[in-house]
């Protein structure tokens, strides 16, 4: 079995998209035959209004997948905030050959919003504000057949830039003060490590009654592997102190991947993992090997200085294999 995580960074249609889809796809459908994938984890899957429908669908979605193999897969996605349909921009979308179990959206049931006053707003702010996580986990569990399952975790934390604070830009790009700056960049780190937490504490519920649950947790983590997001999610031995906890730690698989071909990102020259693959210790007993599709990615702080509208993506999409056996199941490997 064949488990993949893919950044397809604002997939859209119409005006909100900065390329057409036609041009995308030309790029985009041979990355995606690549990975040959049975679960395949998609992020920033952007929502589409469609005449006649009441709620945004994943119209652009369907027509990337037309003639691929991933056209007929069973299909999950996160919703928006008001739990029609999904969200305008940035879905988490998981794609399995296999059929779904179960379907669970993760956003501030274990972890509720932060309140926090923030100091450097203009005019200043006098109420604490929620520190919202800007989308939702999704976990789906996988039917592997013969009453076996697989859960997967598809998730797309919050990038490391600063946050919006009230009257401390002055544009896009540009800050009023350092202190502005600094304290978005603060709230950015909070949510995202708030977010980690809760993914936590749900790795705590599945795996301290079933420790040999076979889990995968796939996505775009914004953060490499010794930053705080990734070390909270995995729970490391070395972290807790505590050997009788292992059972129910993470194990980051991408660190199988050569040094020189472990990236997921290309950002002002600096190759860095991103995109991550993480495993129960059950599927690491089954996890046979790891690629990182990163041979045709340009540099995406150089794209975005000269403006280029890029076709593909400036995430490599990561591919695990694992020598799970569902041929008892629906469909054979």
């Known amino acids: 079995m064949r488990i993949a995580t893919f950044n397809l960074e604002s997939l859209d249609l119409g005006p909100k998209a900065r390329m ?14 690549r990975l040959d994938a049975d679960v395949i984890c998609l992020q920033e899957i952007n929502g589409q209004r469609i005449k006649g429908r009441h709620e945004r669908t994943l119209a652009a979605l369907d027509l990337l997948l037309v003639g691929t193999r991933y056209a007929d897969y069973h299909r999950a996605s996160t919703t928006g905030v008001d739990g029609q349909g999904v969200a305008d921009v940035h879905n988490v979308v998981t794609l399995s050959r296999l059929p779904f179990l179960s379907t669970r959206e993760l956003r501030h ?4 919003p ?6 450097t707003a203009d005019p200043t702010a006098s109420e604490p504000e929620p520190l919202r996580f800007d989308r939702p986990i999704l976990i789906v569990e996988v039917d592997l057949g013969s ?3 697989l859960t997967i975790v598809n998730l797309h934390f919050r990038a490391p830039l600063a946050a919006a604070i009230q009257g401390q830009k002055v544009a ?21 490590g708030a977010q980690a937490l809760e993914l936590r504490m749900v790795m705590d ?3 301290e009654p079933d420790p040999h649950r076979l889990v995968a947790v796939a996505g775009d983590f914004n953060a490499e592997d010794y930053e705080t997001p990734i070390k909270i999610v995995v729970g490391a031995e070395e972290d807790t102190g505590n050997g009788s906890l292992s059972a129910k730690t993470l194990v980051v698989l991408d660190r199988a991947i050569s040094s ?14 991103l995109d991550h693959i993480l495993a129960s210790r059950a599927l690491y007993g089954q996890f046979r090997t790891i690629e990182a599709h990163n041979e045709a ?9 000269k403006g280029d509208q890029l076709l593909g993506s400036y995430h490599a999409a990561v591919v695990a294999e694992f020598a799970l056996d569902a041929s008892d199941g629906p469909g054979s490997m």
């Open 109 to 112: 049931q274990l972890m509720p």
């Open 20 to 33: 057409p889809l036609e041009a995308r796809a030309e790029i985009l459908r041979p990355a995606l035959a």
């Open 297 to 305: 990615l340009g540099d995406e702080v150089v794209g975005y200085s």
């Open 172 to 192: 896009p790009f540009v800050w009023k003060s350092i202190s502005g700056w600094a304290e978005g960049f603060f709230l950015s780190a909070v949510r995202r």
């Open 260 to 273: 020189d071909r472990r990236w997921s990102v290309l950002h002002h020259g600096r190759p860095q993992m």
């Open 147 to 149: 009453g076996r399952r």
């Open 205 to 207: 519920e599945l795996l």
């Open 114 to 119: 932060l309140q926090y006053l923030v100091k």
